[in-house]
Nanobody
Framework: LRLVDSGGGVVQVGGSLTLSCGTTGIAARHYPLKDYAFGWFRQAPGKGSEEVSCINGFNEGARYAPSVEGRFAISRNKAKNTVLLHMSDLKPEDTGVYYC?????????????????WGQGTQVTVGA
């Protein structure tokens, strides 16, 4: 199973970006993103990894880090088998490498404390 995340870039303060993550090939059929908990994490320069958001695998319920609440939104595009992170009102402290993650251990599961499958990361840079 391999996750592919994309959509990062350079954006001005106050701008918006949408990140996308999906699976390819046989994995997309065996582990459809709509049925499993899915998360977005980020790592800022010199800092540890931080969970930004997670969407569960049973009722689309989501949780957000306090630092992004009200500015970021996680959603699924079931037709394309992708999970999106819509980011708005971006701030310099949102800069970092963003990773998507999927928990394939439990179908229709809640957001876990840890994930086993990760994307390769996409860089988001927010500048003045």
């Amino acid at each position: 199973l391999r996750l592919v995340d994309s959509g990062g870039g350079v954006v001005q303060v106050g701008g918006s970006l949408t990140l996308s993550c999906g699976t390819t090939g046989i994995a997309a059929r065996h582990y459809p993103l709509k049925d499993y908990a899915f998360g977005w994490f980020r790592q800022a320069p010199g800092k540890g990894s931080e969970e930004v958001s997670c969407i569960n695998g049973f009722n689309e319920g989501a949780r957000y880090a306090p630092s992004v609440e009200g500015r970021f939104a996680i959603s699924r595009n079931k037709a394309k088998n992708t999970v999106l992170l819509h980011m708005s009102d971006l701030k310099p402290e949102d800069t970092g490498v963003y990773y998507c993650a999927q928990d394939i251990r439990t179908i229709y599961g809640a957001c876990p404390e840890d994930f086993g499958t990760w994307g390769q990361g996409t860089q988001v840079t927010v500048g003045a």
